[in-house]
């Protein structure tokens, strides 16, 4: 997954290299610069020649400057297309009830996947460009080590085997904690979630202080958790930045010393000390990228789990490219009766699926959302599978009886990211009968929590409208409303499905009122 990423944004991250590369080979002169100029210029009284390496320098740091705007913008560009890619499947595979993982993963855990570990996949590609340089600055500092004092370079190059022994013990130790570390996060956050969303029912049962106590449990297991890592970490980084430290250190006693005997020159002693500070440098930016590749990949592993490998691949030009084709009609067909049809649902007519519970209604949905349930799915007359996943789910949006809330603005629940005129929103609110009761700018601070159940059905709703499918699928999201909201719900509805097609379970009188057609399930199961 990670290695598609990098493909996907393949352009920004070459330029931002190439760039990087200009930048640091004008950084690296700048020390052979000065050289020059206090053994051609200083030392031998040589104003003319002075003034031709002050220049000189100059001109390094314009390049370097230059280099480090174009190297800084377009790994930034990287970065951030990298996370509209992946927040853009997350929408689409996730928030609408298609991801493969979905059922496995807590809601609060899931919001972390969303947060954390796409900032850690967009900080590693942000910092991919870094190689670049590194492996710029060992190409140029190796032959100009050597041209000062093959001792001198026999110092630097003696601190390589240390950095090596610390790059062997580290790494896996480190990406081991940080595994641990993400779990420990994600068992966290939903025990919050949890807490949260039971706040008013636990209450009345007593049940408060097992949820609390259950939060303190994970809550104590993540500092544990935490102050490992962070001890691991700094003990990495101490011997990586700790080891070049020592050997400039040395360097400067041996280089004042072929100094004083004449085998080095004062120039080349400021070149020396600037070039293995440099080295520090380089040495401790590669270990944080070391570090910034293993959290990617923790983070990769978790949103795999939850998107598939391949997914969050895409160019920036296609998240929104795909426009959503009509769909006219979809079939069920029963897995065990293959010319039986257990459910046809066209456009502009309101299907509503009935029966007792256990009876296979939600799966019946699912079977449509995700085409991988024990019936046979075709969108007219064609199987599902001549779809893509991802233009199923920019197709079939399914709106679970527990959906997702976020904590963010209401405005930010509907359009999910997207750059939808206000309008649209709040003529999707109207529909729901929310307009009166929640405002665009309103924080939904406790997410779900901080809306009563209706509220919460009635909001994923508006989101399914504002997304727009071509099907669009309910699972009893009426349950938790009084009869004249879902009346007015009902009439929202009804003025929505004219060009898509609407399979709604549920088992209220005004819902199977108001179908054209019902399909009743049998016998619980």
């Known amino acids: 997954m990670m290695a598609a990423i990098a493909r996907g944004q393949a352009t920004p991250l070459v330029v931002a290299s190439l760039a990087g590369i200009v930048r640091q080979i004008g950084f690296l002169s700048v020390p052979w610069c000065l050289q020059r100029a206090v053994d ?8 003319a020649a002075l003034t031709w390496w002050a220049v000189a320098v100059l001109a390094a740091c314009v390049v370097q400057f230059l280099g480090m705007c174009c190297w800084d913008w377009f790994a930034n560009l990287a970065d951030a297309r990298a996370g509209i890619v992946l927040r853009a499947d997350l929408v689409d595979q996730v928030v609408e009830g298609v991801g493969e993982g979905r059922g496995t993963v807590g809601a609060g855990d899931l919001i972390l996947r969303v947060g954390r570990d796409v900032d850690l996949l967009r900080v590693w590609v942000h910092g991919l460009p870094t190689w670049s340089v590194v492996l710029t600055t060992v190409v140029v500092l190796v ?8 001792l001198l370079f026999a110092v630097a190059a003696a601190t390589v ?3 090596v022994v610390v790059g062997v013990i580290y790494p896996r130790r480190y990406e081991s904690a940080s595994a641990a570390l993400a779990e420990a996060h994600g068992a966290r956050a939903d025990h919050v979630d949890h807490i949260i969303g039971s706040a008013v029912t636990s209450r009345g049962i007593g049940g408060g202080p097992v949820l609390v106590s259950r939060h303190h449990a994970s809550s104590a297991g993540l500092t544990i958790t935490s102050v490992r890592t962070t001890d691991l970490l700094a003990r990495w980084q101490a011997w990586g930045v700790g080891v070049p430290t020592i ?4 360097g400067l006693l041996v280089g004042v010393t072929a100094v004083i005997d004449g085998s080095l020159t004062v120039g080349g002693l400021v070149a020396f000390s600037t070039w293995m500070a440099t080295i ?3 040495v401790e930016v590669a270990l944080m990228r070391v570090v910034q590749t293993l959290e990617a990949r923790v983070a990769a592993d978790r949103l795999s789990a939850v998107l598939g490998p391949d997914l ?6 296609e998240v929104d490219a795909e426009p959503v084709a009509p769909i006219h009609q979809v079939e069920v067909i029963a897995a065990d009766t293959p010319h039986a049809v257990v459910l046809a649902a066209r456009v502009g007519e309101l299907v509503v699926v009935t029966g007792p519970t256990g009876s296979g209604k939600s799966s019946l949905l699912r079977s449509v959302a995700g085409g991988d349930g024990v019936q046979a799915v075709r969108f007219d007359g064609l199987p599902v599978h001549h779809l893509s996943r991802r233009a199923l789910a920019r197709r079939v949006v399914m709106v679970p009886q527990r959906p997702l809330v976020l904590e963010a603005s209401v405005r930010e629940n509907l359009s999910l990211g997207s750059d939808v005129p206000d309008s ?6 109207a529909d729901v009968d929310l307009a009166g009761e929640l405002d665009l ?3 939904l601070e406790g997410g779900a929590g901080s809306l009563s159940g209706g509220q919460v059905q009635r909001l994923a709703l508006a989101r399914a409208y504002v997304c727009d499918p071509a099907v669009l699928l309910l699972d009893d999201v009426t349950s938790a409303v009084d009869e004249t909201t879902e009346r007015h719900v009902v009439e929202g509805l009804r003025r929505r499905m004219g060009h898509r097609v609407v399979v709604v379970v549920s088992h209220r009188r005004a819902v199977i009122e108001a179908a054209d057609r019902v399909v009743t399930m049998g016998s619980a199961r």
């Open 143 to 150: 032959p100009g080590m050597l041209s000062l004092s093959p």
């Open 161 to 163: 085997p240390c950095l």
């Open 40 to 47: 051609d210029g200083l030392v031998a009284a040589d104003t």
């Open 247 to 250: 050997a400039v250190a040395v």
């Open 312 to 317: 969050g691949t895409r160019g920036p030009e």
């Open 280 to 282: 520090g440098i380089a």
């Open 424 to 429: 649209l929103l709040l003529a999707a609110l």
């Open 441 to 443: 700018d309103d924080q």
